[in-house]
């Protein structure tokens, strides 16, 4: 059963037209991880801010003012069961995007939750001539897997994994410009798609044991980052604009060990979004 988000959490876009338009999507954002937030605490479910977001959390107590995205991160078992709750439970101004929900959906981040009342299309999609994704602004879900300690274990799982993953996104969809590998049009034919996701799932429950000391983004991402397990959890909370929201327990540590000098800024010619090659935050 759905709560009700419009008086919990309600849509202020309208009111927000005064500020530009950055700041009008991190608003719409904000109210997104409010939602997920929401739902992960209801439901019992680990999950915690990642990459920019977390960065901007520590750094500019809330969004980096260029951001234009939110990154969120959960184990797979977490995910798995929030995916199923989000199909029933976010709003019915919010899209759960996934490669099942929308076959033209071949992002890094294994889900998006889309805000059905604006329009964002990312810079790599102007490529693509398919008109049928999902666009609207978003907050990223990744997911982290358990991964083997041996360096050459783990890049052969990734190696496995990036492969499968990419027969199966070619079998969702195989006209998309961005899987027109050749090899792949031609392997794809070769397996029903239950038995690649059959493969897929089979390589994740091998490498994903729980009694692993090392994460890092899941087998089913081209994403290689890796921490040390004992650095996440207990989760602690970090502030983010006008709220707390789960954090890794070492910020310090995920920080220098994802991008070095963090608290340093970049040079002025970097400070810019660096998804949107569109933004129209209310496209009503």
């Given at each position: 059963?759905?709560?009700?988000?419009?008086?919990?959490?309600?849509?202020n876009r309208k009111q927000?037209?005064?500020?530009?338009?950055?700041?009008?999507?991190?608003?719409?954002?904000?109210?997104?991880?409010?939602v997920v937030n929401h739902l992960?605490?209801?439901?019992?479910?680990?999950?915690?801010?990642?990459?920019?977001?977390?960065?901007?959390?520590?750094?500019?107590?809330?969004?980096?003012?260029?951001?234009?995205?939110?990154?969120?991160?959960?184990?797979?078992?977490?995910?798995?069961?929030?995916?199923?709750?989000?199909?029933?439970?976010?709003?019915?101004?919010?899209?759960?995007?996934?490669?099942?929900?929308?076959?033209?959906?071949?992002?890094?981040?294994?889900?998006?939750?889309?805000?059905?009342?604006?329009?964002?299309?990312?810079?790599?999609?102007?490529?693509?001539?398919?008109?049928?994704?999902?666009?609207?602004?978003?907050?990223?879900?990744?997911?982290?897997?358990?991964?083997?300690?041996?360096?050459?274990?783990?890049?052969?799982?990734?190696?496995?994994?990036?492969?499968?993953?990419?027969?199966?996104?070619?079998?969702?969809?195989?006209?998309?410009?961005?899987?027109?590998?050749?090899?792949?049009?031609?392997?794809?034919?070769?397996?029903?798609?239950?038995?690649?996701?059959?493969?897929?799932?089979?390589?994740?429950?091998?490498?994903?044991?729980?009694?692993?000391?090392?994460?890092?983004?899941?087998?089913?991402?081209?994403?290689?980052?890796?921490?040390?397990?004992?650095?996440?959890?207990?989760?602690?909370?970090?502030?983010?604009?006008?709220?707390?929201?789960?954090?890794?327990?070492?910020?310090?540590?995920?920080?220098?060990?994802?991008?070095?000098?963090?608290?340093?800024?970049?040079?002025?010619?970097?400070?810019?979004?660096?998804?949107?090659?569109?933004?129209?935050?209310?496209?009503?």
């Open positions: 059963m759905k709560d009700d988000y419009g008086v919990t959490f309600p849509d927000d037209k005064d500020k530009d338009l950055i700041r009008q999507a991190q608003l719409i954002m904000l109210r997104m991880l409010k992960c605490n209801k439901h019992d479910i680990n999950y915690w801010l990642d990459g920019g977001t977390l960065l901007g959390a520590v750094r500019h107590k809330g969004f980096i003012p260029w951001d234009d995205d939110i990154d969120l991160a959960m184990m797979r078992d977490d995910y798995n069961r929030f995916i199923e709750i989000a199909k029933d439970e976010l709003p019915d101004d919010m899209f759960l995007q996934t490669r099942s929900s929308d076959g033209y959906y071949n992002i890094t981040a294994q889900a998006k939750i889309r805000d059905t009342k604006s329009l964002f299309i990312e810079k790599f999609e102007l490529k693509n001539k398919n008109k049928n994704v999902h666009s609207g602004i978003f907050v990223d879900i990744f997911i982290y897997d358990h991964l083997p300690e041996e360096k050459t274990k783990r890049k052969l799982f990734k190696y496995l994994g990036k492969k499968l993953c990419k027969l199966q996104r070619t079998k969702l969809a195989p006209e998309r410009k961005y899987t027109s590998d050749l090899q792949y049009k031609i392997l794809h034919n070769l397996f029903t798609l239950k038995i690649l996701n059959h493969w897929i799932d089979a390589l994740i429950k091998k490498t994903n044991r729980t009694n692993r000391k090392i994460i890092g983004f899941g087998l089913d991402s081209s994403l290689k980052r890796i921490y040390l397990k004992e650095s996440f959890f207990p989760l602690s909370e970090v502030e983010f604009e006008d709220s707390t929201f789960p954090s890794p327990k070492d910020q310090d540590y995920y920080l220098k060990t994802t991008y070095g000098d963090y608290m340093k800024l970049p040079p002025l010619d970097q400070q810019q979004p660096k998804h949107a090659s569109t933004l129209i935050p209310d496209n009503t």
